[in-house]
């Protein structure tokens, strides 16, 4: 698997400079932050792993070092370039391109063993965001996480009654620092 290079960083940068309405970040997650959001997901789990914006693919490379085989993760990517990036970081991931949000259109009825965002969340109303977190609890097994990042002191979205949410991590070795987030039916 490829680091987070010089080479990464500059294909980020393009990507940010091209469509910056895309991009949640200055710069892609760090080593740091992708493995905190891959330690959310358990390998024994069965079934497939749903990656929404994955971006340059940080995310995707650490789910595969946790143990997650390329061909259960389902990623999603609206911007063309990051969805390419993706799909050659890490051969066998299925990539698909379009909106996150409308996950289900894309992937269908599927039960997932976990979702990870990495979307801007805090870009989009709040509406959004509740809609987005449960269409993703809808389409997890039982016990599986939704896992977020955020740039935020606070969660991205405020747990709705039946919902556990819990930090999972904060990651001060990221710019800017970055927190993980899980949410999970109870």
């Not at 390998?43 to 259960?72: F, K, S, Y």
């Not at 039960?111 to 809609?131: C, D, K, N, Y």
Request: hydrophobic share 45%; net charge neutral.
């Amino acid at each position: 698997m490829a680091s987070n290079s010089a080479a990464q960083h500059f294909d980020f940068i393009k990507g940010l400079i091209a469509r910056p309405k895309n991009v949640a970040a200055i710069t892609p997650s760090s080593p740091a932050l992708a493995r905190a959001i891959a330690e959310q997901v358990d390998p024994a789990m069965d079934g497939n792993i749903l990656e929404l914006g994955p971006g340059t693919g940080v995310v995707t490379e650490a789910l595969v070092e946790h143990g997650i085989a390329p061909q259960r993760i389902v990623a999603i990517e609206y911007d063309p370039d990051f969805a390419e990036m993706v799909a050659g970081r890490c051969p066998g991931t299925r990539v698909l391109r379009g909106d996150a949000f409308n996950f289900p259109k894309l992937t269908g009825n599927i039960q997932f063993a976990a979702i990870v965002s990495g979307l801007p969340l805090l870009t989009h109303p709040m509406e959004e965001r509740l809609a987005l977190l449960e269409t993703a609890l809808r389409h997890l097994k039982p016990g599986a996480p939704f896992v977020q990042l955020s740039y935020g002191t606070n969660p991205p979205v405020p747990a709705p009654e039946s919902i556990s949410l819990r930090r999972a991590a904060l990651v001060l070795m990221n710019l800017p620092p970055a927190r993980v987030w899980t949410y999970r039916q109870v």
